[in-house]
């Protein structure tokens, strides 16, 4: 079946500008996670959805950056006014019932 | 806070010897535990995860994990290392309930020589 998908694969902007990366779940996955992997900080958490609770965003780093997720599905990750520090890989995930969280092929985001 | 240790930033094996990637964790309950592994330019693959029940757990691609209570440690060994093996491996800790997310060790880079 068709694991989870995120777009674009790669993104360069330059820094100030807004940006919007996306990420489709696996069908059926109630929960969904935003993490960011940057060569200064590895991998951190940044953003929970469970089905159509309020999000857990604790692990975002700054008011620059917000998500959403419509329908239960589909999810944004947008960061505003991106700064050279938010260069990083984005990666999603999503989690049936249970523990197990299944990985995106993530996007790799270079702020000039 | 839960935390993760992996001491060994990179590790140089030959094809055919066997490998142990070491794992420390830090969690104040039962924890959840795996390794996955991320090949460049790719995403996170799972390799194997403890939840709970046998201390040795088998993955995919002749992988396995021994849970060490005592040692809080999940150390990843594979018997026979292939050159398809390189790749970076993260060990992680998940929340036994609530949103589960998952803390990351800082990956161990495996490099394989002929």
């Known amino acids: 079946g068709a694991g989870v998908s995120q777009s674009p694969s790669n993104k360069v902007t330059e820094k100030g500008k807004d940006v919007e990366l996306r990420c489709d779940p696996i069908s059926g996955h109630t929960a969904l996670y935003w993490y960011r992997q940057s060569l200064g900080q590895g991998l951190e958490f940044l953003i929970y959805?469970?089905?159509?609770?309020?999000?857990?965003k604790s692990g975002l780093p700054s008011d620059r950056f917000s998500a959403e997720r419509t329908g239960g599905s589909v999810s944004t990750l947008t960061i505003q006014r991106t700064q050279q520090e938010d260069s990083a890989v984005y990666l999603c995930?999503?989690?049936?019932?249970?523990?197990?969280?299944?990985f995106g092929p993530g996007t790799r985001l270079t702020v000039l | 806070a839960q935390s993760v240790t992996q001491p060994d930033i990179h590790i140089t094996v030959s094809e055919g010897a066997s490998l142990e990637l070491r794992c420390n964790y830090s969690y104040g309950a039962t924890p959840y535990l795996f390794w996955y592994v991320q090949s460049p330019g790719q995403g996170l693959q799972l390799l194997l995860k403890?939840?709970?029940?046998?201390?040795l757990v088998q993955g995919i691609k002749g992988f396995e994990a021994e849970f060490k209570r005592s040692q809080s440690s999940f150390n990843l060994r594979k018997p026979s290392v292939h050159w398809s093996d390189a790749a970076e491996y993260f060990c992680?800790?998940?929340?036994?309930?609530?949103?589960?997310?998952?803390?990351f060790g800082s990956g161990t880079r495996l490099q394989v020589q002929p």
């Open positions: 959805f469970q089905g159509n609770s309020a999000p857990d």
């Open positions: 995930a999503s989690r049936p019932d249970g523990n197990e969280q299944f």
């Open positions: 403890y939840f709970s029940g046998d201390t």
């Open positions: 992680a800790v998940g929340e036994e309930t609530g949103r589960r997310a998952l803390t």
